[in-house]
């Protein structure tokens, strides 16, 4: 009788920092594999500027390592870049198990220019988790079949959670669930996972308001996502991201107009090449980050990746109000070159300044590019929810943050004069008390209406039997709102009826609809600007148990008992 053949998991990656979405894939890897490995990486050869390899090893062995899974220091004390095929083959050799290298989807699409592929592909067959907007095509998906590379697709999706996000919300000072308590602990003491801090800290010593830092904020999230589904840098992409209207305060720009050669670049872009002077001097960016943040509001002829990755972030961010926003971020998911022709086309129409060499430039060598494809039209809205395990976003800045406080606070709110521009902070402030503090100088706000939005939802909640309500207050602890009410549900269809019941009665009471609902079938968020609602399967709310992360011990209410 033949001996059954063991089937080896390996997982690599940079693990910066090890989180939740890594955590779901490896206890989903040992319910289907016989064993799982886990590898940190020295340094990935497609990413920069990660944290301290022993660090992380140290972090992944604390959250990964079990019976089943081991944490491999191989590539960490192999020191050097790390590449798939080296690893593959060190434990190919070592046993003669069936080697299945984990993959999120969206490596398929540069898969083809890793290192050495045509020996991986020999060694190992790729296990892929579909991860949300990075499904691939089916020219893809032929192309790797003829170049005799193994696929095997996961039968469970991944998180909506990424590396990059967990850092660009740290140094905004914007919270999130994303990370487990022990590693934030951890990251926090040794000052881990934090590349950007000083960047935003640059923000405010250069005199950038509030509404501005949004933006800002918005763009590097914009920006992780597209440098990932365009094959960029995704650290240079958010630092540029990060800095690109730097220069944006009316003081930058008296300031260096004689420093910096601002030929070619009308009045309403000379902050772009200043900001790129500015990211130079006190800084030392590379010099492509330098061009990116200089070429944001322009762009050029024969733009490099990242140029467009940041020129179509700052376009693209959600929080722009123009007509046609959806289908441009439609088009950035459909094909980059269209979609960089036809934001160089719309932004020219919108604009009131005088005409831009540059900008025409730009416009006439897309349509070489793009010849004769023509731009599509925007899909039909689906009316069905998108299938996978979509995380809603926790601690994320709306796109319409003003808008959503003013909509939640209804008549509660009054403008505040000579209250507009952001201070300084002092030396390691905490950034989420200082974003808070220049929301709360744009408006005199009454706690007791939000507060009674909080109650109605809970009290909505517990009439339709959900279960375990809690209604955390938040105030001074971050700007994202002022109470999350959370509650558990016994099964997925209770999760989904809930929100129903919700809605109704806040729209009935208080005249208010969601701003955004974060809608997955185990847990579904309702963004009311003020208040988010939280209702959960109770496996998932014991997974993740937000309620710890911001209880003080003071303010958390239970509704219901």
């Given at each position: 009788m033949k001996n059954k053949i063991t089937k080896t998991a390996i997982f690599g990656g940079s693990f910066d920092p090890p989180h939740f979405g890594h955590i779901d894939i490896v206890k989903n890897l040992e319910k289907r594999f016989d064993k799982v490995i886990v590898v940190p990486s020295f340094v990935s050869p497609f990413k920069t500027g990660a944290s301290d390899a022993s660090a992380r090893l140290r972090l992944c062995k604390k959250v990964f390592a079990s019976d089943k899974t081991e944490v491999s220091r191989y590539e960490v004390a192999k020191k050097g870049v790390s590449y798939s095929v080296d690893t593959a083959a060190y434990y190919a050799k070592k046993s003669d198990d069936a080697l299945y290298w984990v993959i999120g989807s969206e490596e398929l699409y540069r898969l083809c220019d890793w290192h050495d592929i045509d020996r991986l592909k020999t060694l190992v067959t790729f296990y892929v988790v579909n991860r949300p907007n990075f499904a691939p095509g089916d020219s893809l998906l032929k192309d790797l079949k003829k170049?005799?590379?193994?696929?095997?697709?996961?039968?469970?999706?991944?998180?909506?959670i990424s590396s990059a996000r967990i850092k660009i919300d740290k140094a905004f000072g914007m919270p999130n669930a994303f990370v487990p308590?022990?590693?934030?602990?951890?990251?926090?003491?040794?000052?881990?996972?934090?590349?950007?801090?000083?960047?935003?800290?640059?923000?405010?010593?250069?005199?950038?308001?509030?509404?501005?830092?949004?933006?800002?904020?918005?763009?590097?999230?914009?920006?992780?996502?597209?440098?990932?589904?365009?094959?960029?840098?995704?650290?240079?992409?958010?630092?540029?991201?990060?800095l690109h209207d730097i220069a944006k305060s009316d003081d930058d720009a008296d300031k260096y107009k004689n420093v910096v050669d601002l030929s070619g670049f009308p009045p309403p872009t000379m902050h772009s090449p200043i900001g790129a002077y500015i990211a130079k001097r006190e800084y030392g960016v590379p010099d492509d980050v330098a061009h990116a943040i200089a070429v944001h509001t322009t762009a050029c002829e024969d733009m490099s990746v990242l140029d467009e990755v940041v020129y179509l972030a700052d376009k693209t961010e959600d929080g722009r109000k123009y007509a046609s926003l959806e289908l441009m971020r439609y088009l950035c998911d459909y094909d980059k070159n269209i979609a960089m022709l036809a934001a160089l086309k719309e932004i020219k129409k919108l604009s009131a300044s005088e005409a831009c060499a540059m900008s025409d430039d730009a416009i006439a060598y897309y349509e070489l590019v793009c010849g004769d494809a023509e731009i599509p039209q925007l899909p039909p809205r689906e009316q069905s929810q998108p299938s996978g395990k979509n995380l809603p976003v926790l601690g994320e800045v709306k796109s319409k943050s003003v808008g959503l406080v003013r909509q939640a606070r209804s008549k509660a709110v009054a403008p505040v004069a000579g209250k507009d521009v952001a201070t300084v902070p002092e030396k390691n402030t905490d950034l989420s008390v200082v974003l808070r503090g220049h929301c709360e100088s744009m408006f005199v706000s009454s706690g007791d209406a939000i507060k009674d939005i909080a109650l109605a939802a809970a009290d909505a909640l517990n009439a339709h039997k959900a279960h375990d309500i809690k209604i955390v207050g938040l105030d001074g602890k971050t700007i994202v709102a002022d109470y999350f009410v959370i509650a558990s549900a016994t099964s997925t269809t209770a999760v989904k009826a809930l929100m129903g019941y919700v809605e109704d009665r806040l729209k009935k009471q208080f005249n208010i609809d969601p701003a955004k609902r974060d809608v997955d079938k185990e847990w579904i968020a309702l963004d009311y600007g003020g208040v988010i609602i939280h209702i959960f399967t109770d496996k998932t709310r014991e997974f993740y148990n937000i309620e710890r992360l911001w209880s003080d011990g003071t303010n958390v209410e239970r509704f219901g008992d």
């Open positions: 170049r005799k590379i193994k696929i095997k697709f996961a039968n469970f999706d991944g998180l909506d308590s022990d590693v934030r602990a951890f990251a926090d003491k040794n000052g881990l996972f934090d590349p950007y801090s000083d960047y935003v800290r640059g923000l405010y010593s250069h005199g950038l308001r509030y509404d501005r830092i949004l933006h800002i904020y918005r763009t590097a999230l914009r920006g992780a996502y597209l440098a990932k589904k365009y094959g960029a840098s995704v650290d240079k992409a958010v630092t540029a991201c990060i």
